[in-house]
Nanobody
Framework: QVQVVESGGGLVQPGGSLRLSCAAS????????MGWYRQAPGRQRELVAT???????IYAESVKDRFTISRDNAKNAVYLQMNSLKPEDTAVYYC??????????????WGQGTQVTVSS
């Protein structure tokens, strides 16, 4: 059993900052990829940023130079620091992880989502 829990969303004014956190727990042997996706109303879910284990982070063009993804492998956690937020960043943000379980199986897990609203 694996759980993926996000936190840190909320309401912020344009130009403000938020930090999202995501932690995976349970029967985990290893984690390959941890990242963030988002889905705005009426739009498809899209990649925001992802970080392969031991690899360089990958960002969507729309968030480059504003968002920073980081991982804490000891805590099975991933973070998304979001600066200079814009109204178009408003969406539900989902944590995405590729996990190897203690049974040796590889699964992709999603968090429950956390709402980020950028509005004055």
């Amino acid at each position: 059993q694996v759980q993926v829990v996000e936190s840190g969303g909320g309401l912020v004014q344009p130009g403000g900052s938020l930090r999202l956190s995501c932690a995976a727990s349970g029967s985990i042997s290893g984690i390959y990829v941890m990242g963030w996706y988002r889905q705005a109303p009426g739009r498809q879910r899209e990649l925001v940023a992802t970080m392969p284990g031991g690899g360089a982070p990958i960002y969507a063009e729309s968030v480059k130079d504003r968002f920073t993804i980081s991982r804490d492998n000891a805590k099975n956690a991933v973070y998304l620091q979001m600066n200079s937020l814009k109204p178009e960043d408003t969406a539900v943000y989902y944590c995405n992880t590729e996990i190897i379980t203690t049974q040796g199986n590889k699964y992709i897990y999603w968090g429950q989502g956390t709402q980020v609203t950028v509005s004055s």
